[in-house]
């Protein structure tokens, strides 16, 4: 036992100089609770695309627990003991509303590979505060917009009370432009037997549900054992229908309707590599748009810390972030006056491959070369 | 009309639910003297041994037993290794070790499971629904569940009221020193009803696991409505446990299903929600203060 304990931390020793030259990179996410696996796809699709792009760096990782508080202490602990300048990582809107404003009052840089609150886009926007993945009305517009192309009038939208939840809804509403009903289901909430209930009593002509995570897995499993799915179509945006979330649900999902900024089809060269370096690095586990945007971070930061030089001098890493200079597995990406993604959207479907299990196909383009309507009030 | 039925049968599943953990726990409560905050920690044991079993194997049978064998073991081992030690202690020390033991479990729940919640499927029986109204499919597994906790209440009252364990048991609720004083293995009875009260909160676990998502901590979320069961039934009364569970389980659902789309009528959608969920949380609440003045003792108080 005791020389086990001396391999191991002989090991460790050696493992450590390989990294000790590399910018120090805060990662604050969810790792624990229903939603963990969000939190290991950013972590794991961050390093991929870090050690894309070549630039020298090292880790450090910390779960939240998907609590605002923790995710305060722990980028005070990342900020001020060890004076890490370069935070990112962080899942859930709730979170980042709260940890973003501390990170940028420290004089820090933040990029978000996931949440996106309104709050944080329009008159709150800030220079050192860069959004890599997509703001959250806009991920849920896309999906209004393909309710809407799709011919539909009468809408049942559902979300978790929080703010991404609300950033959800207002952006399904936005596009969507026809009759809708919200309601608004607990964050921590898994049994959606009420919620069932009461989209049978609405009959309306499409659901639209935003729950990430294992609440999306919880949602679509009742939905199909109250003999809703195959009544009422669906339409999700991306976090609904994740990799994890149609591998537990099983061919049930096939036949749902999606929307996304990204998937595992696209035909270029960045996402193609992108693709056989997570297959290579993590086979069974599928691999999602949280991981894609990680990794799309990973590139934009790594290119912006060879550019500056490292994390020395704050300014011109900002510059060097701002200059967007990485090729998106998206393919089209700039950012917009508010530092959140100008992208194009498709329009996907749940379809079943040789196995019977569902595989997302990418089906058109919805909208394109689209920000956020935030932007405009963000006065820099 | 059949939104409200379907609402019903939602409380009904939930009412059940909340029976399963009461009863163990009025019972441990009424004849043991003992405050078991750990009692949810029992119900998370029985969630995760059954999902874990269920996903090595691929069977829900396997893991209904291998639940409730797990939570009837780690009953027999709580009492025989605390709880014995604190039947004489005053409730303060009872309350600070099944604290202690909340957090024993569920840390030893992450050490061996992780962070991250199990997901398991129902059965493939009961996978689909049932047409129960003309318009209204109702999802077979949950009214599996109903069954369930039907049958189980059915099978504790044939239990406590017609063998002669039973009459112990009542007994000890009533009176449990002259039950002592009249000779009884105290002892026995009291590591077989709290083996009795852990299978049937391992139980509640198992049958809920395909539906709540199984993580730590669970058992603390559902432990402080089983309470407010507790205490409204009345203290050591089964036949309270079940009234009051199925009461406040329909009339929990009823307020969160009704009260924020009444809300929504004068307020915006998420205030109106978190308006509504605030209150009909404070709801079961509200209903034991009532019941408590009322009846200080609750409905079925088994104690004179």
Not at chain 1, 190 to 219: L, T, Y
Not at chain 2, 6 to 33: C, R
Not at chain 2, 127 to 132: D, L, Q, T, Y
Not at chain 2, 186 to 191: A, D, F, H, K, S
Request: proline share 4%; aromatic share 8%.
């Amino acid at each position: 036992m005791k020389r086990l304990l001396t391999t191991a931390s002989l090991l460790a020793a050696m493992a450590v100089p390989a990294f000790a030259d590399g910018t120090k990179i805060g990662v604050i996410t969810t790792l624990s609770g229903p939603a963990g696996y969000l939190g290991e796809q950013i972590r794991d699709g961050l390093a991929l695309g870090l050690d894309a792009s070549g630039a020298a760096y090292e880790l450090v990782v910390e779960d939240d627990g998907r609590d605002p508080n923790t995710g305060v202490q722990v980028a005070d602990r990342m900020l001020n003991e060890e004076g890490i300048k370069l935070l990112t990582g962080i899942v859930f809107s709730n979170v980042s509303g709260a940890v973003v404003p501390e990170a940028l009052d420290a004089g820090a840089i933040y990029v978000s590979p996931n949440a996106a609150p309104s709050g944080l886009a329009g008159a709150k926007c800030h220079p050192n505060y860069f959004v890599v993945s997509w703001q959250n009305d806009s991920l849920h517009e896309a999906s209004g917009a393909a309710a809407k192309k799709l011919g539909y009038t009468t809408a049942v939208a559902l979300a978790p009370n929080y703010q991404a939840g609300k950033d959800a809804i207002e952006g399904f509403k936005r596009e969507f432009g026809g009759e809708v009903t919200e309601i608004y289901t607990g964050v921590e909430q898994s049994d959606f037997a009420g919620e069932m209930a009461q989209i049978r009593d609405k009959a309306p002509q499409v659901v639209f549900q935003f729950h990430p995570g294992g609440q999306g897995i919880a949602f679509l499993k009742q939905y199909q054992q109250s003999g809703l799915l195959g009544t009422i179509p669906m339409v999700l945006s991306e976090p609904s229908y994740d990799g994890v979330i149609l591998k537990a649900v099983g061919p049930a999902a096939v036949g749902l309707t999606g929307t996304t900024h990204w998937n595992a089809d696209f035909d270029n060269e960045a996402s193609k590599a992108m693709v056989a370096a997570w297959t290579a690095a993590h086979p069974d586990v599928p691999l999602t748009t949280y991981a894609q945007q990680a990794y799309d971070t990973g590139l934009l930061i790594g290119a912006a810390l060879q550019k500056a030089g490292g994390d020395g001098d704050i300014a011109a890493l900002q510059a060097a972030i701002k200059s967007a200079e990485f090729t998106s597995t998206r393919g089209s990406f700039a950012f917009g006056p508010n530092q959140h993604p100008v992208q194009d959207w498709y329009l996907t479907a749940i379809e079943a491959d040789a196995a019977g299990n569902p595989v997302i196909v990418t089906k058109e383009k919805i909208r394109e070369a689209v920000g956020d309507v935030y932007a405009a009030d963000c006065k820099m | 009309m059949i939104l409200l039925f379907e609402q019903l049968l939602n409380g009904l599943q939930y009412g059940v639910t909340l029976f399963l953990l009461a009863a163990g726990l009025t019972l441990i409560f009424g004849i043991m003297g003992v405050i078991n905050l750990a009692h949810g920690a029992l119900y998370m044991v029985g969630a995760f041994a059954a999902s874990w079993v269920a996903i090595q194997t691929g069977s829900f049978w396997g893991g209904l037993l291998s639940g409730l064998a797990a939570s009837a073991i780690a009953g027999v081992a709580v009492e025989l290794g605390v709880m014995r030690r604190l039947y004489a202690r005053d409730h303060l020390d009872q309350v600070l070790a099944t604290f202690a033991l909340i957090l024993i479990f569920n840390q030893s729940t992450v050490l061996i499971f992780g962070r991250q919640p199990l997901f398991t499927s129902v059965p493939d029986v009961f996978s689909g629904s049932v047409e129960i109204l003309p318009g209204l499919p109702y999802p077979t597994y949950r009214l599996f569940v109903i069954a369930v906790g039907l049958a189980v209440a059915l099978g504790l009252y044939l239990l406590i009221n017609k063998t002669r364990v039973g009459m112990l048991v009542r007994a000890g609720a009533t009176n449990r020193q002259m039950v002592r004083a009249l000779g009884v293995n105290i002892q026995g009875l009291y590591t077989a009803v709290f083996a009795l009260g852990a299978l049937l909160a391992g139980l509640a676990g198992v049958m809920a696991s395909p539906i709540v998502s199984v993580q730590v901590g669970m058992g603390d979320e559902i432990i402080l409505a089983t309470f407010v069961v507790v205490v409204i039934g009345g203290v050591g009364s089964v036949k309270g446990a079940f009234v009051a569970g199925i009461v406040l389980g329909m009339f929990d659902t009823m307020l969160r299903a009704f009260l924020p789309g009444l809300l929504q009528q004068v307020m915006p959608g998420p205030e109106a929600q978190a308006l509504g969920v605030g209150v009909s949380s404070m709801g079961i609440y509200l209903m034991m203060a009532l019941v408590l003045l009322v009846r200080p003792r609750g409905l079925f108080a088994a104690r004179g």
